[in-house]
């Protein structure tokens, strides 16, 4: 019979939990919730004072004060507050701690895979859930698109919660008898600290390249927090490194004799490896090598990249022992994730592709793996979101060039002109000699795309993938790739598909 999941603490005592800590006003905090909006502070709460990018909590603490609370979590003291103050050196970290521990510590009785990576993150995440389901196991996902305790879901609200979320989702998990979890850690939640507490059984890093530049500023700094998944490995865990990717084999220094990396990759080199067998529009066969095992696998994904997931997902299920059997056939009836490469098939003589590309790797991956595949034109819908790093928007201009016709649109414009926008694209496509096309309202560009497609073509349309929503200046507009696709389809299907380029569409060179 299985053992049945602790009782939660009631309360925590931050002179136990940070005993180097120093506290002023007091000599301890006993708190029976810890929170980080001061709207949400009641009687008996902990309220973190978290000094952030754009928002600094300090502004807040008189709201809190008024509504209770039993204490401040600071970084330094603040005078003239009526109650005890726990003085932290990184008040992110030690919130997260304190939210780990008020939930019970779960990640403590659990099998937790962490993924991080600028790509892939949430296909690996995925993965792991289908192989684990497979070998009989309920597991549960924490991620871009949903957060799934193994018995309900929910639509996620960015790719890793906030502390006390996370905890909590994983003390659901643990009071729901799921005894894994594959969860997304993205490089904002990892330099926040957001999942400080949890322990991993395996880390996984699918990759480093370019992206969140507003936030990171460099590469290098971008790295660094990627690599801070390392720090949560518990002793005999593993780190998994992609050796095909310098970013993420740039990390194997951080592997240990308590913690070992775990290389996986398309070279034969790697630990777990893969040699490619045969690559079409349905899917990828390949031979995957695993720590002296081999089997034949197939993979209704298309692209190299995704034949490197299944690699990743590989290496952790193998590590929670799962057999190669199991993992072999967990993979074949895996179908995919919404917005990931994800056909849209309204009986069109040409291939459609939704994806969350946003990145210039993730782009140029996205269509180097069609366009081997493809025996006309590769058709590429795609934009660049707004209020976000600048600097990637040439790059995907210069990534879109593995297209023959480039359609420039909008994304998420957010606060931005989406022509100024289009204009940091376009930077990158000067020495481009595909066509180009611009057209900032996004469902227009769609319709165009899947209008200038002849039979045997491919159009991506990339950027927003499972999204359902675009966000324009502060509103939140219904708009779903998929959906919009699957229409203007239907609707060619009456009028004619493939009719060329209408005389109304405007050639950018």
């Not at 993965?127 to 996902?141: E, N, P, Y």
């Not at 209704?300 to 057999?323: D, F, K």
């Not at 269509?367 to 795609?382: Q, W």
């Not at 227009?444 to 929503?469: F, M, N, S, W, Y």
Request: glycine letters at 8%; a neutral charge; aromatic letters at 4%.
């Amino acid at each position: 019979m299985d053992r049945l999941p602790e009782p939660l603490p009631t309360s925590v005592s931050l002179r136990t939990l940070f005993p180097n800590a120093a506290f002023v006003g007091g000599d301890d905090i006993v708190a029976r919730d810890a929170v980080e909006q001061s709207q949400a502070c009641h009687p008996g709460v902990l309220f973190a004072v978290i000094r952030g990018t754009k928002v600094n909590a300090t502004a807040f603490v008189n709201e809190a004060l008024a509504r209770g609370v039993a204490g401040l979590l600071v970084d330094r003291p603040l005078s003239e507050v009526p109650v005890t103050q726990c003085v932290v050196s990184d008040v992110r970290r030690a919130f997260s701690q304190v939210c780990a521990y008020l939930a019970g510590s779960p990640s403590s009785h659990m099998n937790i895979a962490g993924i991080t990576g600028t790509n892939g993150k949430t296909t690996v995440t995925w993965m792991i859930r289908a192989i684990l389901h497979r070998a009989g196991r309920t597991a549960g996902v924490l991620g871009t698109i949903e957060f799934a305790d193994g018995v309900q879901s929910e639509s996620a609200t960015m790719t890793t919660p906030d502390s006390r979320t996370l905890q909590s989702w994983l003390a659901r998990m643990h009071q729901r008898s799921t005894k894994s979890a594959a969860i997304e850690l993205s490089s904002h939640a990892l330099h926040q600290g957001r999942a400080e507490g949890t322990r991993l059984r395996t880390a996984l890093v699918t990759n480093i390249t370019q992206d969140h530049f507003d936030y990171h500023q460099t590469f290098e700094a971008y790295r660094d927090s990627k690599a801070r998944i390392a720090e949560m490995v518990a002793p005999g865990g593993i780190l998994g490194l992609n050796l095909d990717d310098p970013g993420s084999w740039s990390l194997q220094s951080l592997g240990s004799t308590a913690v070992p990396v775990v290389s996986f990759g398309m070279s034969p080199a790697a630990d777990v490896s893969a040699q490619i067998l045969e690559e079409s529009r349905r899917g990828t066969r390949f031979r995957i090598h695993l720590h002296g095992q081999s089997a034949e696998c197939f993979t209704a994904l298309i692209g190299r990249h995704n034949v490197s997931n299944c690699l990743a997902a590989a290496v952790s299920a193998a590590h929670l022992g799962v057999s190669l059997e199991d993992i072999v056939t967990g993979l074949e009836q895996f179908r995919g994730v919404p917005g990931r490469l994800e056909r849209i098939d309204c009986g069109q003589p040409f291939d459609v592709f939704v994806d969350y590309a946003h990145t210039d790797d993730a782009l140029q991956r996205c269509l180097a793996s069609v366009r081997s595949l493809t025996p006309g034109r590769v058709l590429c819908v795609f934009g660049a979101g707004g209020d976000r790093d600048r600097s990637k928007r040439s790059l995907l201009g210069r990534a879109a060039a593995a297209a023959d016709v480039a359609i420039i649109t909008s994304d998420n414009p957010r606060s931005e002109d989406p022509q100024a926008i289009i204009s940091d694209i376009m930077a990158g496509m000067a020495f481009n000699k595909n066509k180009q096309i611009v057209e900032p309202d996004r469902e227009r560009a769609i319709h165009r795309a899947l209008t200038l497609a002849q039979p045997g073509d491919c159009v991506i349309i990339a950027g927003k993938g499972h999204e359902r929503e675009q966000i324009v200046g502060l509103e939140r507009l219904p708009f779903d790739d998929r959906a919009v696709a699957r229409a203007a389809l239907r609707e060619s299907s009456l009028t004619g598909v493939g009719s060329g380029f209408p005389p109304e569409q405007r050639r950018i060179a």
